[in-house]
């Protein structure tokens, strides 16, 4: 049987129509000769979602996962969250990834406590969406019990890919937040929901 | 070749004459059982005795036989022999209702832990110890949760969301 060899001598053509988005589209605006305005959301929108700082709270194995992310393979860096931030003080973006065990809950409660808003977080793998496969006595069921969470990867654990789709997902949110969003009523109720003031 | 299991257990029958019982080897490695009251002076026996040796508590844990009517918690004890490189274990058994047995730790140090996760997991209590509390489990809970009187699925749960599960319930 011949051996898919092809591509080595005769190189398949390029077919990236509509798969890859290289850069977004600026904003909708009014652009002149040297100036361009649109709106202070959609700029603060823009600088935000690429330059989101991670804390990688990793306890299990899609911290692995999120190691293999991390690498020149999958490259994180890609979408402007090179720098990992090991200080919740600096990041606005946690990323609970594994078991979180319910004697560990007020640890990652008061990790987000700490950091600033803006803040997200993203539930990565089946444990900390939902607990997972430990329907047990020490397991905290999901990490939405206790704090709010943004963007579910599910995946037992999910492929490096799974993680970028869920950044992507988390950049999408910050892109279109609104500026006033954390002051609402609305997000204060969600706020004191979990007793966080 | 150095100490053997029958000369340990020839030491044991000198000194502990009938309390010391159930002998068996099983994968080569010398078990027994005592009273739970005599479990200090067999392990300073084992400590002390200038031919056995065991200077060592490699470990320590119980076990739940809740058929066993009146010895339902085994407490394990795991001894090394770091000279002649031996290892011994010796059981003990105690009334659930009544879980008392004597600490290690003025013997051992590394006891203090192994019996703070022993009683956090089967509630075995052990009088004199410095600090018995639980040691992995979160403080608030009320039970024994490796001790065999629970359903794999606790139905009375409230922290699970059912939703996830493709069982019913809501959100």
Redesign the interface.
Known sequence: MARPVRFNISPKPRDNEGHISLVDAPPEGFSGEGFFTTKLSEVVGLARKNSMWPLPFATSCCGIEFMATMGAHYDFGRFGAERMGFSPRQCDMLMVMGTIA??MGPVLRQVYIQMSEPRWVIAVGACA???GIF?S??V???ID?IIPVDVYVPGCPPRPEAILDGVMAVQDLVGKESIRRRNSERYQQLMLSYGIQ | MGLTNERIRERLVEKFGESATGFSEPFGMLTFEVPKEMNLKLLQFLYDDPELKFRFLTDLQAVHYPDNKGRELAVVYHLHNLTDNVRIRFKIFTDIENPDVFTATRLYECANWMERETYDFFGVNFVGHPNLKRILNVEEMDYFPMRKEYPMEDQTRIDKDDEMFGRGGTI
């Open positions: 319910k004697k969406s939902s607990g329907d006595y020490s905290l069921q999901g019990q």
